[in-house]
Each structure stands twice: as structure tokens, then as C-alpha cells.
């Protein structure tokens, strides 16, 4: 798809590559929504808010949360008619989960989050008629190909499930002409990684933006990164 002029909204936008992403569109020229759990404290956002001349808006949302998806997608509808493109980019992955100190509680929070969150904001979206095209925020750590170093049982398992929900998802809206595909960022910079990664938020988002334009091929129900290559299961 070309970006060119199209609605976007960003989930987590107030910091790490959901932050990269709103400033990278915003400097192309599309219209952004994006949210923030605490708006009031997304000191980042609320400076692009101000130079955008009404480009952006940023609105609150808590993803783990079913009501306050429900009335973010209620106060989106009543600021655009349509989406373009829905990157659900919020996540969240604790501390530690390795298997003696995995709790149950370790798991609920990443899955309400990483996997639950993603679909109620897509279903969200698609009962307000607002959907244009959605993304998953996917992450290699889902992948069970991939997975070589074992532990990070609660992070991996909900990317794993986010991995399905998308799948479905990519089937569900095919008639619809929606898009839904997983991408996975590569290995960055960010609070999530505290400060470690190969590449910064820059080179992710200009990686990811590319893989979303890709015209040769069709990218619907596939799981890429962000220098556009396929990712393993
Ligand atoms: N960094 C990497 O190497 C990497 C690799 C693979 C995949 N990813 C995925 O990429 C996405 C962005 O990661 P990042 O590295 O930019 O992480 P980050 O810097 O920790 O940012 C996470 C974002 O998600 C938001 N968030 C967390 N819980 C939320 C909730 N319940 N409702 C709404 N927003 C919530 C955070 O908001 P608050 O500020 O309010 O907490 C923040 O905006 C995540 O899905 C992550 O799993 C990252």
C-alpha cells in the first residue's frame, strides 16, 4: 500500500519505536492518531502535538484494559471516518520470566497486553467501521522456529499468540480488502531492551514503512521484518 496521505494510528506512541513511527509519518505528511496510556505524561508526543498544526492527536488508551478500548475507539470515530492503517505497537515484556521465576500473573499481563489488547482494539476498530488496514506488532521472540535461547516464557508465549490472532484476522477481513500483516522489528534500542539492540529506532521504522509499501507481493496473513524478510514460524 502507499503511505502517501493516508490516516494512520499508532498504539504506544509516547515512547521507543511507536514514538519513531508517529514522527517518521508525521514528517511524510500523513494524518496521525496516536495514543498514550497517560497522555498528560507523553512529554515526547505533546511536542510533535504542538508543531503539527493539527496532524497529529493523541488520545488516551490502556490496551489491556476492554472498556478503555471500547471508549477510544467511540472518541476516535468521532474525529475521522476512516483508518488506513492501524499499527498496534504497544507491548510490554517483564523483567525476568525464566522457569523458576515465571508467575501466572507474569503471563496474564503479557498476553492481556501483547495478544489480547491487539485484537480488541482491531474488533474495536472494525465494529466504529473505521478500519482501513490493520498490523500486528509482532516479535521474533513469538516465533517457535526461531526460539534457540529458551526462557521468556510469558513474552514469548503471548507473541506466539498474537501470531494466530493475526493469522485469523488476516483471513477474517480478506473480504473486506484489509491487510493484516505481523512485523517484527528487529533487534532495537528502546526502554523494552534496556537500551541494548543492534539497530535504533530510526532504521527499524524506516525498515518497517518499506515493508508496509511493498507492491510486489502480497503481504497479507505473513510475518516480516524490517529489512522485508520473511520471518520462520
Ligand atoms: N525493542 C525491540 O527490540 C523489540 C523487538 C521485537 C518486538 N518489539 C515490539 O515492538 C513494540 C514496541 O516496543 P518498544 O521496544 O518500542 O517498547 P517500549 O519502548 O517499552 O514501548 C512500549 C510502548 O507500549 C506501551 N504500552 C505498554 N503497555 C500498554 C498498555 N497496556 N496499553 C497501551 N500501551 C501500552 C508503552 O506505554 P507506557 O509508556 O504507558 O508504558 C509504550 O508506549 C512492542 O510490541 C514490542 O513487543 C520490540
Known sequence: MKLEGKTVVIT???????????????????TVFATARQPSKADEL???VDGS????TVLQLDVASPESVEKWAAALKARTPHVDLLVN?????DEWSGLEEVTAADMLHCFQTNAIGPLLVTQQLHKQRLLGSGSGGGSLMGSIDDNGSGSDYAYRASKAALNIVNKSLSIDLAGEGITCVLLHPGYVVTDMTGGRGLIDTKTCVAGLLKVLEKEEEAINGRWFDYK?????W
Not at 498544526?53 to 497529529?56: K, M, R
Not at 505497537?89 to 515484556?93: A, E, I, L
Not at 522485508?228 to 520462520?232: A, C, I, K, L, R
Open 46 to 48: 505533546q511536542k510533535l
Open 12 to 30: 504506544g506512541g509516547n515512547r521507543g519505536i511507536g514514538l519513531q513511527l508517529v514522527r517518521q509519518l508525521l514528517s511524510r505528511g500523513n
Open 89 to 93: 505497537n504497544s507491548g510490554v515484556r
Open 53 to 56: 498544526s493539527g496532524q497529529l
Open 228 to 232: 522485508g524478510q520473511e520471518v520462520p
